[in-house]
């Protein structure tokens, strides 16, 4: 049975999925047609309004987090291979160079990914290199945080809750249990924003240093590994329904 968090946020991913796919068209069709037709302010104009649904999503999920984190770090609004991508309850920010490399060097490369410039590809590689080292220091605080539940604290307190009897020693000891994981959920609420922000500051900063048609280009390719991605996992656990429904 799904929590309120989940029920909204469930119902509202799928409405901004949705939404993005439309996005994806509109980036895919303006990413096709010749490099003189759109303007540069056309360009950044969708641009702006692909990132600003980007916002709006965590704005959201954020929301949703003050009232349940547990929600976001197994979410049940994506199929099993969406969730076994998740970096700390999203897509791992190091992600979008890997999407640059590809479209740069693939077999078919992207033509306005091939004309990046000198000074382009050196200022990527130093972003490259910032992100790397937030994404650790992401790391390093929900490795903490998993630490944390093995404790002296919490180790004792999960020994005293299987030996007590008393009905009021009971209720202490469950009290003293809701005192130490909210402090642990909102050391994990604290870590998930810190990775979100890491994956706004790499689209931010990846937008900055590309040109307009460039700033298409791989929006439309990070958009569409998101939707296909969604719309693999979907497939996936229709299969696995049906071979259950068969066996039964």
Known sequence: MKTQVEERFSEFYEKWTYQLEEHVQQLVMVSKAKPSEPEDSELQALVSRVTSHYKEYYTV??????????????????????????????????M????????????????SMVDMSETQVKKIEELRLKIRLEEEKVEREMERLQVAMADRKMVELARLASRVENGDVVGQVDGLVEVALKGLLGGLEKVMKAADCVRLKT???????????????????????????????????????????EIL
């Open 61 to 94: 999920k954020w929301a949703g987090a003050r009232e349940d984190v547990l929600a976001f770090f197994c979410p049940v609004w994506l199929s099993p291979l969406e969730n076994s991508y998740l970096w700390v309850t999203g897509w791992k920010p190091s």
């Open 96 to 111: 979008a160079f890997q999407v640059i490399d590809t479209l740069k060097e693939s077999v078919v490369p992207c033509a």
């Open 203 to 245: 689209l931010k900063g990846m937008l900055e240093v590309l040109r307009p048609l460039q700033c298409v280009d791989f929006l439309a390719a990070i958009c569409m590994l998101q939707i296909r991605r969604r719309q693999w996992g979907k497939i996936r656990d229709s299969q696995k329904e049906n071979t259950s429904a």
